[in-house]
Every structure is written in C-alpha cells, then in structure tokens.
C-alpha cells in the first residue's frame, strides 16, 4: 500500500466510532466447520456478501412468519 493510501489512526478511530454509533453486530456460530464457506459461496453466486444474504435471510424469514400469525 502506498503513503498515500495508508488509513490514519483518526480515520480509523472515526470509522470506529461510526460503526459502533450506527449499527448492531451479531456473533453467528455455524456447524459444522466449513459451512461458512458454503453460506459464503452461495450469497456470492446469486451476487450478494454473506453480511447482505444474512440480512435478507432473516428479513425473508421475519416476513413469512409475521404473515402466519395474520
């Protein structure tokens, strides 16, 4: 990386600070080992990050349950 591109200990900080401010963090557990790639590869195939698949797997999920109780 060059000087030029190198990330300052304040932005770090800042970035931080954002995403401590702005968003909730999950600690997801998978078993059996390799799974996450399986997860990973999949989201990727369909032109998603594994974050973004996540998300929309738990939404997609919130929606059809929320839809059984009607």
Do not use: C, W
Not at 16 to 22: M, P
């Amino acid at each position: 990386m060059s000087e030029n591109n190198k990330i300052s200990k304040a932005q770090q900080k800042a970035v931080h600070k954002y995403v401590k401010n702005n968003y909730d963090r999950i600690e997801l557990t998978v078993k059996p080992k390799g799974k996450k790639e399986n997860i990973k590869a999949h989201a990727e195939k369909n032109g998603e990050t594994l974050n973004s698949f996540i998300n929309r797997a738990i939404a997609e999920t919130m929606e059809r349950d929320s839809q059984k109780k009607e």
